[in-house]
């Protein structure tokens, strides 16, 4: 692998914890449509994969129509959208570690399955001073991860090789994502997702707080021997 030049995040589980305002969306949209709600914990399993299979996920079985998702999104989208910032917030470090990587030069990019109003408005929000070189999400024509093309498009608009980009998740969609695109692969501990999801869906590093992303990426990037 080449000296890295560019390192793409994932935003759920990665960047912020969302769980409970996404948890506390979904249980708002399900119960306006009649629907029983589900535990917080639950909506860690999910996520990751976009809006229209959370609710997918959410809905009972034998409503998993695709008018009831039609019907879920009318409630869900303008409830988020006054509600996304109630209870997220980045994870430990996560500030500080995208200064300190801004600041050797690397290029810092997201690749999110959020749809895209959202996690421009969130990055926005928490994370103002870092300038990223792309910030996508969900977007109208676009495949959700794990397929590449999203990590495609952000590596031709930096100018970057596969070779030369880190992948971080918290996910076995991210890893999937890293993997179908050439990219190395670090899963975080802290997310959504056990370590053993991560493992299981190729990781090829794995850290446990930002002072091994820190770490990992000093080495990877050639920063350190």
């Known amino acids: 692998m080449q000296h890295t030049k560019l390192i793409i995040f994932d ?9 409970l305002d996404l948890a506390h969306s979904t249980n708002h949209a399900l119960e306006k449509n009649g629907f029983p709600a589900h535990p917080i914990e639950t909506y860690k399993y999910f996520v990751g994969n976009g809006i229209h299979k959370l609710f997918e996920r959410a809905l009972p079985e034998g409503e998993k129509t695709e008018e009831n ?54 990055i926005n929000k928490y994370f103002p001073e870092i300038s990223f070189t792309s910030v996508f999400g969900q977007r109208e024509g676009v495949p959700v991860k794990p397929d590449p093309a999203v990590v495609f498009e952000i590596l031709k608009i930096a100018c970057v090789q596969a070779t030369e980009a880190l992948y971080i998740g918290d996910s076995g969609v991210d890893m999937k994502t890293a993997l179908n695109s050439g990219v190395t692969s670090i899963g975080v ?11 299981a869906n190729g990781a090829v590093y794995i850290a446990g707080s930002t002072s091994d992303i ?11 021997p």
């Not at 935003?11 to 769980?19: A, F, V």
């Not at 006054?82 to 300190?100: A, D, S």
């Open 11 to 19: 935003l759920d589980g990665t960047l912020l914890n969302t769980i």
């Open 69 to 122: 998702i039609t019907k879920m999104r009318k409630v869900f989208l303008p409830y988020y959208e006054n509600h996304n910032t109630e209870y997220t917030e980045p994870y430990k470090g996560i500030p500080e570690l995208l200064h300190m990587l801004q600041s050797k030069g690397l290029k810092l990019a997201v690749a999110s399955n959020k749809y895209q109003q959202a996690t421009e408005v969130l």
């Open 189 to 199: 501990t802290w997310g959504f997702r056990p370590r053993s999801e991560l493992e």
């Open 214 to 224: 820190l770490h990992l990426t000093d080495r990877i990037s050639g920063f350190v």
